[in-house]
């Protein structure tokens, strides 16, 4: 089992960047694949960007493309997702999640055993 607690959200204009970051404890990282998905109010949780055991992989939500970059540090047990040029309409919890399947990386957050509490990110225009 793994615990996920995610950090560096905050409150940024438009145009701006924040990075994230999500601590693994307990088991090692490196035996999960890793993800972000987010949740803005009123609308359902979406993925972001997902990356494999050792990064080989990586996956990134269409809206996101070019913008922001999913990364880790297994010795460091952390994944990272360096967002730049924020939108108002990227303003949401941000979650970290972890899946035992640690080659393949996947959009459904139903693949994903284990989930952060969130940190809140906020763009404003």
């Known amino acids: 089992q793994v615990q996920l607690v995610e950090s560096g959200g905050g409150l940024v204009q438009a145009g701006g960047s924040l990075r994230l970051s999500c601590a693994a404890s307990g088991r090692t990282m490196s035996s999960y694949a890793m993800g972000w998905f987010r949740q803005a109010p009123g609308k359902e949780r979406e993925f972001v960007s997902g990356?494999?055991?050792?990064?080989?992989?990586?996956v990134q939500a269409d809206s996101v493309k070019g913008r922001f970059t999913i990364s880790r540090d297994n010795a460091k047990n952390t994944v990272y997702l360096q967002m730049n040029s924020l939108k108002p309409e990227d303003t949401a919890v941000y979650y970290c999640a972890a899946k035992q399947q640690n080659w393949i990386v996947s959009r459904r957050q139903e693949d994903y055993e284990y989930w952060g509490q969130g940190t809140q990110v906020t763009v404003s225009s």
């Open positions: 990356i494999s055991w050792i990064g080989v992989s990586t």
